[in-house]
């Protein structure tokens, strides 16, 4: 499943992550307006019962995420997005063992959350906002790129690419080439192709499809399609009845060298990954 071309160990913080196979990243959106469970998790108890519960399922990251990226999402203040997320990253590294990750823009989110225990940053803007190369830097923490044109809000107008793949892998080629110039090291980054951000439903398959052509850049790989949109538009269903969807493109995922499924669905994600591991494993 995974060609591992880098050294197999990712320091995350106080922890390690194994590269050598792959991980399942479970969602934490302490949001009122995701797009699955936005306001399920807002109250810390029931958050923090959310991650117990996802990391017993077999999570080894727990992402958590305080402000909506989903198309049309408003944008929130710095301060209220830390308000969000800090007390989370406090609470999960004071009770549980797993590898935080940050799903943030924000330089003051990301440097807060490292000091509390977060391992890793995960920016769908691939730290384009201002002050986030140097907060990210500071941090030193591992950083999750992401490709996407323009912001949450007008993100979906009109997308179009001569060739999708191309761009993407133009995209995070610059963004690795910036991180590079603010010392982050390439042996810190892990890129994610952004699928649902910025593409149409023939962008999203064509990437997927060619997905495998993204490991040339040498970094691990974090796909993010639990429940999407894409899913949504090939089997006509909605948002609750996306796990078979969402698990047949985790599948497909690991076979195009995946090492990060960030999904909703932990439990049944990490049965996909056992079974598969459980047949690439016989010599």
Same mark, same amino acid.
């Given at each position: 499943?995974?060609?591992?071309? &880098?050294?197999?160990?990712?320091?995350?913080?106080?922890?390690?992550?194994?590269?050598?196979?792959?991980?399942?990243?479970?969602?934490?959106?302490?949001?009122?307006?995701?797009?699955?469970?936005?306001?399920?998790?807002?109250?810390?108890?029931?958050?923090?019962?959310?991650?117990?519960?996802?990391?017993? @399922?077999?999570?080894?990251?727990?992402?958590?995420?305080?402000?909506?990226?989903?198309?049309?999402?408003?944008?929130?203040?710095?301060?209220?997005?830390?308000?969000?997320? @800090?007390?989370?990253?406090? @609470?999960?590294?004071?009770?549980?063992?797993?590898?935080?990750?940050?799903?943030?823009?924000?330089?003051?989110?990301?440097?807060?959350?490292?000091?509390?225990?977060?391992?890793?940053?995960? !920016?769908?803007?691939?730290? *384009?906002?201002?002050?986030?190369?140097?907060? @990210?830097?500071?941090?030193?923490?591992?950083?999750?790129?992401? $490709?996407?044109?323009?912001?949450?809000?007008?993100?979906?107008?009109?997308?179009?690419?001569?060739?999708?793949?191309?761009?993407?892998?133009?995209?995070?080629?610059?963004?690795?080439?910036?991180?590079?110039?603010?010392?982050?090291?390439?042996?810190?980054?892990?890129?994610?192709?952004?699928?649902?951000?910025?593409?149409?439903?023939?962008?999203?398959?064509?990437?997927?499809?060619?997905?495998?052509?993204?490991?040339?850049?040498?970094?691990?790989?974090?796909?993010?399609?639990?429940?999407?949109?894409?899913?949504?538009?090939?089997?006509? $269903?909605?948002?609750?009845?996306?796990? &078979?969807?969402?698990?047949?493109?985790?599948?497909?995922?690991?076979?195009?060298?995946? $090492?990060?499924?960030?999904?909703?669905?932990?439990?049944?994600?990490? !049965?996909?990954?056992?079974?598969?591991?459980?047949?690439?494993?016989? *010599?």
């Amino acid at each position: 499943m995974s060609n591992t071309q &880098y050294p197999s160990r990712l320091p995350c913080g106080s922890r390690l992550l194994d590269l050598s196979r792959p991980h399942v990243m479970g969602i934490l959106n302490v949001t009122p307006d995701s797009f699955s469970d936005g306001g399920r998790f807002t109250a810390r108890d029931a958050a923090l019962r959310h991650a117990e519960q996802m990391v017993a @399922a077999g999570a080894t990251l727990i992402d958590v995420g305080g402000e909506s990226t989903r198309p049309g999402a408003r944008a929130v203040s710095p301060t209220e997005e830390l308000e969000r997320v @800090a007390p989370m990253v406090e @609470a999960i590294a004071g009770n549980l063992d797993v590898i935080i990750s940050v799903d943030t823009s924000t330089p003051a989110v990301m440097r807060e959350s490292a000091r509390l225990g977060a391992g890793l940053i995960n !920016d769908v803007r691939s730290l *384009q906002r201002d002050g986030a190369l140097d907060a @990210a830097a500071d941090s030193g923490l591992p950083v999750c790129l992401m $490709h996407m044109r323009g912001e949450p809000g007008n993100m979906q107008d009109n997308p179009q690419y001569p060739d999708i793949v191309s761009e993407v892998h133009d995209f995070l080629v610059e963004r690795m080439s910036a991180c590079a110039t603010a010392g982050i090291a390439a042996e810190r980054i892990v890129l994610d192709p952004g699928f649902g951000f910025a593409k149409t439903l023939e962008h999203n398959l064509a990437l997927f499809k060619r997905m495998a052509e993204l490991s040339a850049l040498g970094r691990p790989l974090l796909v993010g399609v639990s429940r999407k949109s894409m899913i949504g538009k090939v089997l006509g $269903h909605e948002v609750g009845g996306r796990l &078979y969807g969402s698990l047949a493109l985790a599948a497909l995922a690991l076979t195009k060298g995946a $090492h990060i499924l960030r999904v909703h669905d932990v439990a049944e994600t990490v !049965d996909v990954v056992r079974m598969i591991a459980a047949v690439e494993a016989v *010599q």
